[in-house]
DNA sequence: TGTCTTATGGTTTATTTGACTACAAGTATA
DNA sequence: TATACTTGTAGTCAAATAAACCATAAGACA
């Protein structure tokens, strides 16, 4: 292997000295049944044979990161065009227990109706987890874990982004209940539907609920564009 | 050199193919004279030479990021225990001219009183420029500084940390003056204070502003430790 | 028909925000 | 010494927001 770093060493640090490897690791975050869930992998071979982790690869030399998270995701779920966020970048010089290692987390959000787990896994080998049900994870992703939901906490209360993990049409209720599971706060409904309504950034998606026991709730639809249009006129999604 | 990870190639990945260097690049961060402003350094060599950027440097084999950011802040500023915060990794594969070098941008807040500039550094090396007057930077460093003054902008609003850039007593409005540069909004002298104050994040600190043509303001104080007391019973920093 | 459940629309009250007024406490200067 | 000038500090008032709560509507179901 030549020397990958022809510009280096500088003055006191060799190229063996600054050289890592890197890799990305990625909270896939889902909405189930009212719960939120993150989809983690079970380790195959090596050292961590048998523990659950977050997904995770390797970042190409020729490869922008976001790109090699997306490219990572596709390959995991199969679903394109997910909406992808970076976290931070951890370092610890022993997090990885082979070498030094960095990597940089991200998080995603899909919509469970779109996923399906790529072909090839089994149940043994990805799953998703209820986030208050998180086993001990390998290396540090417990940390990176932690991180991504806290940065989902603060993101989804400034930024219209919570519409990733819902189906295309849905209930204010769904809406709702979307906010009170991942802020872990109780909300009034009726108050609920006020603000989210008085923003006009829904479109009614012209239909009803189907299959349900009471009064079918209207649909809703949530149109990224509108809230570009609303943005440029110096609206500031807040909850 | 050896291989430095044994542990690769995977499958389908050889070591040359995951390999880079990693920097880490911080935007220094003070407010001087009602001005937010950023420290650049110019560089001395290589292909760059000339040109302003953010200071910055590699990050050695055995050591943290946050230690990596830590000690080139030290090195630089000459100062311990500076406000650091991890922003965001910028790896486009084109963004260093020589070769894949990923960075970990970071920002820092200082108190321009601690500060003097490393002994070495002469003012055609290292310079406080204004936000608003930022030139073009090397590489993607205008990108890593426009994340930082985002992210900061966005902290500053939800966590106590604009008290880093202020000397150890300040008045009431010289706090608001830094909200009002780092926010780029107007406010009402007397709304800041009944807000400020009402959340009893501040103590008086007992003396008077000294050396001013009209009536002096008292002088107040951050206290890190009221405020860790005040966010354990629920308390939450909102601007 | 009545009961149950959620949807949806309002009301009421307390709290917060924003705009503004007034006076206090100093310095500068005529 | 009086007056103007500048910023500090306190308070008022109306508007906007948020929180708690109530009432009726629409269905499903027995």
């Known amino acids: 292997m030549k020397n990958p770093l022809p510009f280096l060493p500088t003055n ?30 079970q380790h195959g071979e ?12 390797w970042i190409k030399k020729e490869e922008d990161i976001d790109v090699a998270a997306d490219r990572l ?8 065009d997910i909406y992808l966020e970076q976290v931070k970048t951890f370092g610890k010089p022993d997090r990885f227990p ?24 089994t149940a043994s080998e ?12 390998i290396y540090d992703h417990n940390e990176i874990l932690q991180s991504s ?12 982004i919570g519409f990733n993990l819902l189906p295309e049409k849905f209930t204010l209720l769904q809406l709702m209940q979307l906010y009170t ?31 349900v026991s009471h009064r079918a709730a209207k649909l809703y639809r949530f149109d990224e564009e509108i809230y570009q249009n609303l943005t440029r006129k110096g609206f500031n999604f807040e909850f």
């Open 12 to 41: 006191d640090l060799s190229a063996a000295e600054v050289m890592s490897s890197i890799t990305i690791d990625c909270c896939v975050f889902s909405f189930e049944k009212g719960y939120l869930e993150v989809l983690l992998v």
């Open 46 to 57: 090596g050292i961590s044979k048998g523990k659950w982790g977050l997904p995770g690869g």
């Open 73 to 80: 995701l596709s390959e995991l779920t199969g679903v394109k």
């Open 98 to 121: 082979l070498g030094r290692v960095i990597t940089v987390g991200y998080y995603a959000l899909i919509n469970r109706e779109d996923f399906k787990v790529k072909a090839g896994f």
């Open 126 to 137: 990805a799953k998703w987890y209820r986030i208050k049900d998180i086993p001990d994870l």
């Open 149 to 160: 939901l806290n940065r989902l906490r603060g993101k989804v209360k400034r930024a219209p």
């Open 181 to 211: 599971e991942i802020l872990d706060v109780e909300m009034d409904k009726s108050n609920f539907r006020r603000k989210f309504l008085k923003m006009k950034l829904l479109q009614e998606a012209g239909g009803k609920q189907t299959g």
